[in-house]
């Protein structure tokens, strides 16, 4: 049984509201609370980035599993907001738990579906039986340009997995990857916010690749939507995951407890991983989870897991995403945001 | 050893001395220490500096001041100890007259602060640097943590720290050679920009420009010179952890306590024989702590001891800072230590003018590096 | 900061790494060639506790260059656990709120920057526990 042995979230503790923003472009607020379902987003301290991030839900991880950090063979990290553009998050990540040095490191990067990258390939390394232990990662400090739809998403934040095969908490049972390029969303090197193809995010690319993996990896396990009971997509805003899941055929009480969009924003690579580790924190032994992923660019892995009776024995061991999404939240104002995501001219 | 006087002293105003460098102050110090004392020939100097790398982009300050003073070929050596340089050039100077290497030995101190480098990063460099800095301390900050500690422990207040600088204000309103020659009020003091909580600005000494210098001589040069020479009854200095968290005890600054002890004993004297002390007040919790340190005041007390006025000088309990202090009369860091021997050196000679503490015949100098780091006293006696 | 500087403090820096006396229990961080208690020079490696409480503490309101775009800021003298202190910024808390005597957990954080070209420098910070 190969599968995730310790899981970790970590959300900062500093938010703004959606109005908030709506207020400072002349927006009406309406349109972004009721219209896209999102109320409020979680925002990196000056001091946080995709690492401490990662370090922080990696740690969590650890302490679920139980494991000596030393027999992680293999450490990924899926980001579009790594903190260098050339020399690797990981590094620094396994030096902080002390990870390695024999251990495999890379960054990953495919828009909002590196996270669940990381884990596809975190699995595959112990399926394949080359290492005992990989860690898989999905975090990011999202960037929205000024004023942009995005910025009202764009949110801080992650989840990282262990994979192994002894105590497994959530077999992985089937996984599919659908990708095509198609260009809904992109950052070229140098500009500082991504740009989007307005609607073209979704019929031709959210839809189409979510759809496409999900309803493969249905044929693939010979599973139905109600055969799950948790579902979890990738979540640019509120209004999106609710509607394909809708199209699959999953219901609403399905996608509840993993539609953590509306309080945390699209924490991008830490999307739908972020939204998996909170329905762990709930689920009860041999719950199956159907998990897609989406990633501009664009493509979706998906998962269906099956937690296993371990599950009951890790819940609590470390924080879980609820407590951090409802409690000890700092809100700021335009101008502090502003301030903390370094969107003022300063003098160097 | 030998017994060791001074002889003449020399100091620039302290402030902000936009038109002068740090060569034009250190000379302008140096000569009025000189022509003070009378002496044709220096046989070698000292220069206390605690950062001139990064306040002027210039080291190796020894040779720089010999040449533009024209001394040279003398021997002259920078002494660093960060706050305390000033304290441990005056010792160094003191050391080697007393061994009888040398007769005549200037020691003197300066910094030149305001020519645009950033002190505070500057300052900090004189506490744990990867283990404190790092972190963002600042030094005020680190004197505040002393001084939260303090209050928590003692009940020191607010108005008690207030009490430190509004005295020594009022004495730097009569040192002509002070940076602010300006009273303030407890509320002024209490009202003030916070810097570091609970200090506030006027809780802090300033950024200064200055100099200061004195000639240190053999009891046998002095005779001929026919000068009023101020005896040097004991030199003392300790170190201690350079983190403020590694401290036995954050609110006793052990290095001050054993430098005290040390000094008491080589002068014979006890804390009651004192007339006068100059402290190193940076900030006014420094003060506080020192007077306290120096024994005397018990631990706890000086805080209530500032704010009852044991420490003014119509008090004469023990006068502290009657010169202004490090908060009123300015802290040209390098410079400070050497300034504390010169009112010292005034007040011995009856020459402090409205400041004088009549009848004053021992002053005891207080000089301190980093968070406490180093300590360097001095007693000095009229003869 | 020089890399090189920034390098060598690695183990302190991101997970605590100290160095207890073999001769006498008293443990160094950061670690020393001669202890401060018993003057051996014999020490194993041990990893300090992330918990503990507030000593004393101040908000940096003036700071360096390099510190002054995220003042207001808490900096305590911590106490861990196991008896060592340490100096670390205090994080995610309005300034107002903290109390000597908070307890504390250290988290892997940001502490500064080599500039705006030069390397990213991690460590410890406190957050209330």
């Not at chain 1, 596809?120 to 004023?147: C, F, N, R, W």
């Not at chain 2, 003692?154 to 020594?168: D, F, H, I, P, S």
Request: with cysteine; net charge neutral.
């Amino acid at each position: 049984m190969v599968g995730i042995v310790g899981y970790g979230a970590y959300l900062p503790k500093y938010r703004i509201k959606a109005e908030v923003i709506a207020q400072q472009w002349g927006a009406d607020p309406a349109a972004i609370t009721r219209g896209l379902q999102l109320f409020e987003k979680t925002v990196p301290g000056q001091d946080e980035d995709t690492i401490t991030i990662s370090v922080a839900a990696a740690r969590s991880a650890l302490k679920r599993a139980r494991i000596n950090p030393k027999d992680i063979g293999a450490v990924y990290i899926g980001s579009e907001s790594h903190p260098y553009a050339v020399k690797p998050s990981g590094t620094i990540l396994i030096d902080a738990l002390g990870i390695g040095p024999h251990v495999h490191v890379a960054s990953y990067e495919f828009a909002c579906k590196a996270g669940s990258e990381a884990m596809y390939v975190a699995y595959s390394h112990v399926k394949s039986g080359e290492m005992k232990y990989a860690l898989g990662i999905g975090a990011d400090t999202s960037q929205g340009a000024p004023g942009d739809a995005l910025e009202y998403s764009a949110s801080a934040g992650g989840a990282a997995f262990i994979m192994g095969s002894e105590r497994v908490v959530a077999e992985i049972l089937f996984t599919h990857s659908y990708t095509s390029d198609t260009p809904d969303f992109w950052r070229r090197e140098g500009e500082s916010y991504p740009r989007h193809g307005g609607r073209f995010t979704g019929d031709p690319a959210y839809f189409k690749h979510i759809m496409g993996a999900a309803q493969a990896l249905l044929e693939k396990s010979k599973m139905k939507p109600e055969d799950f009971a948790y579902a979890v997509f990738h979540m640019p805003n509120g209004k999106f995951p609710q509607e394909v899941g809708k199209r699959l055929g999953f219901t609403k009480q399905q996608l509840e407890v993993g539609w953590v969009v509306p309080w945390m924003g699209n924490t991008y690579s830490g999307s739908s991983p972020t939204g998996l580790a909170g329905i762990l924190d709930v689920a009860k032994p041999n719950d199956l989870i159907f998990m897609v992923s989406f990633g501009s660019g664009a493509g979706s892995d998906g998962f269906v897991y099956r937690v296993t009776d371990e599950i009951t024995n890790v819940q609590d061991r470390a924080p879980k995403l609820r407590e951090m999404l409802d409690t000890n939240k700092i809100h700021l104002n335009y101008g502090e945001y502003a301030k903390f995501r370094r969107k003022i001219k300063l003098n160097d | 050893m030998r017994d060791v006087v001074v002889i003449g002293a020399g100091m620039t105003k302290f402030g902000e001395l936009w038109e002068k460098s740090i060569k034009d102050i250190f000379v302008e110090a140096a000569l009025k220490a000189i022509d003070d004392a009378g002496v044709d020939h220096i046989d070698s100097m000292y220069v206390g500096a605690m950062s001139s790398g990064l306040f002027v982009g210039q080291e190796h300050l020894g040779a720089v001041m010999a040449d533009y003073l024209g001394v040279t070929p003398i021997p002259a050596t920078r002494v660093e100890s960060a706050c305390a340089s000033g304290g441990a050039s005056f010792r160094q100077a003191y050391l080697e007259v007393a061994s009888g290497a040398s007769e005549i030995v200037l020691a003197g101190g300066v910094e030149k602060m305001t020519d645009g480098a950033d002190v505070t990063e500057a300052l900090a460099t004189a506490a744990d640097q990867e283990y404190e800095v790092y972190q963002g301390i600042t030094f005020p900050g680190l004197y505040a943590m002393i001084a939260r500690a303090h209050m928590e422990r003692y009940g020191t207040t607010r108005e008690q720290l207030a009490a430190v600088a509004v005295k020594n204000h009022r004495n730097g309103a009569k040192n002509p050679n002070a940076q602010f020659r300006s009273e303030v009020t407890a509320e002024q003091v209490m009202k003030s920009t916070m810097v570091a909580d609970p200090l506030r600005l006027l809780d802090c000494s300033p950024v200064s420009d200055g100099a200061a210098a004195v000639i240190v001589a053999s009891m046998e040069v002095a005779k001929k010179l026919k000068k009023n020479p101020i005896r040097v009854i004991a030199s003392s200095q300790a170190s201690d952890t350079i983190a403020l968290h590694s401290r036995r005890d954050i609110t006793t600054l052990d290095s001050v306590v054993r430098a005290a002890q040390k000094a008491y004993k080589l002068a014979d004297k006890k804390p009651s024989d004192i007339n006068l002390v100059e402290v190193h007040d940076c900030f006014t919790i420094a003060e506080i702590t020192a007077t306290e340190d120096l024994g005397f005041f018990e631990k706890g007390t000086g805080g209530e001891a500032a704010e009852k006025g044991w420490t003014s000088i119509e008090c004469k309990r023990i006068p502290v800072n009657t010169s202004g202090g490090l908060k009123s009369k300015g802290h040209p860091v390098g410079a400070t230590g050497v300034a504390q021997i010169i009112e010292l050196y005034e007040q011995l000679n009856g020459k402090a003018g409205a400041r004088q503490v009549e009848g004053a015949r021992i002053g005891m100098a207080q000089n301190m590096g980093g968070s406490g780091a180093s300590c360097v006293i001095h007693i000095l006696e009229a003869i | 900061m020089i890399t090189a500087r920034y390098h060598r403090e690695i183990p302190q820096r991101y997970r605590l790494e100290a160095a207890k006396c073999s001769s006498c229990g008293h443990v160094s961080f950061p670690p020393r060639l001669v202890c401060p208690q018993c003057k051996a020079r014999k020490f194993e490696a041990v990893n300090l506790s992330d918990e503990g409480t507030i000593v004393t503490f101040t908000v940096v309101r003036v700071a360096s260059d390099k510190f002054s775009k995220e003042t207001p800021f808490g900096v305590g003298i911590v106490e861990l656990n196991d008896g060592v202190r340490v100096t670390a910024q205090i994080a995610d808390v309005h300034p107002d709120e903290l109390k000597v005597g908070q307890k504390v957990k250290l988290v892997f954080r940001r502490v500064q920057e080599d500039g705006k070209a030069g390397i990213l420098c991690y460590g410890y910070k406190a957050v209330l526990a």
